[in-house]
């Protein structure tokens, strides 16, 4: 039985595509895998067709993304593996249980869960209290995207003292996402927010000789608030379902006293309202 694929194999050409973003050779690949050079070209050129095992290894090795994977076991003639079931799918609930507690345990500080679009899936009512001093909900209904939020002129970067510092740092991490060329919401998100007024000149402004500080903080400011507060963001470990992989937690921590003590103010505030 022949088993070889033809000579413009589209596995082999998304694998070779994968493998050169990652920027390793066919032997420092092959070394990983624990396979021949040999072989890899083999796959690489249509030569020879792999296993869905291989298909899986070598994924694996390159840290593909999910829906990608799929994209892969589909060139190499497999059905996909991995699905997208909606957060609130009955089997996901130990996963909603666990975000809800994260987010419970960051009070009085905020914290929102994020999808792979940058939309707001989740928050505590820390985030809406103190986030809420400065913007307001999207009208109709339509998710809060943190991406669209910081540089729509209409938006949070209204009150961020260092807009333009903050910008910059996620215009290089959308520009990155996108560049593989994959990241369709990547692609799309760059795209909007290079149309926003004033982001494009932001290329010209790097500087690339001065270090980026330790950590960034975000600074805000409107009538007597102002507030500054770092992130640290979280991912679910391991995940097998293409929205898991996708989400993320951002905690936000005070990063000054007054910030620190407003977050309390704020929550105790909170607090005697909802028992009134």
Not at 58 to 72: F, H, K, V, W, Y
Request: hydrophobic share 45%.
């Amino acid at each position: 039985m022949n088993t070889t694929v033809p000579a413009h194999s589209p596995f082999g050409g998304l694998l070779r595509h994968w493998r050169t973003g990652r920027g390793l050779s066919q032997l420092a690949l092959a070394i990983e895998a624990g396979i021949s050079t040999r072989h890899l070209s083999f796959l690489e050129t249509g030569r020879a067709q792999p296993s869905r095992a291989m298909v899986e290894l070598l994924a694996g090795m390159l840290d593909i993304p999910l829906n990608e994977r799929n994209s892969l076991l589909l060139a190499a003639g497999y059905a996909p593996t991995y699905e997208r079931r909606p957060l609130g799918a009955p089997d996901l609930l130990p996963v909603q249980r666990a975000l809800d507690f994260i987010l419970k345990q960051q009070e009085p500080y905020p914290a929102i869960v994020v999808d792979g679009d940058w939309n707001i899936l989740k928050r505590n009512r820390a985030s809406e209290r103190i986030f809420g001093l400065f913007v307001a909900d999207p009208p109709g209904g339509r998710l809060a995207n943190t991406i669209r939020t910081m540089f729509h002129p209409r938006g949070l970067r209204q009150y961020v003292v260092n807009w333009e510092e903050m910008a910059v740092r996620m215009l290089y991490k959308i520009h990155r996402d996108a560049a593989t060329g994959v990241n369709e919401a990547a692609i799309r998100m760059r795209e909007e927010v290079m149309s926003y007024p004033g982001v494009a000149p932001l290329w010209k402004v790097v500087d690339v000789d001065t270090p980026a500080p330790a950590m960034m903080s975000i600074k805000l400011k409107k009538g007597e608030w102002s507030l500054a507060f770092f992130s640290t963001v979280s991912m679910l470990g391991m995940p097998c379902d293409l929205a898991l992989q996708d989400l993320k937690v951002e905690c936000f921590f005070p990063a000054d006293c007054a910030t620190d003590e407003a977050a309390h103010r704020l929550a105790v505030d909170d607090l005697a309202l909802l028992h009134t």
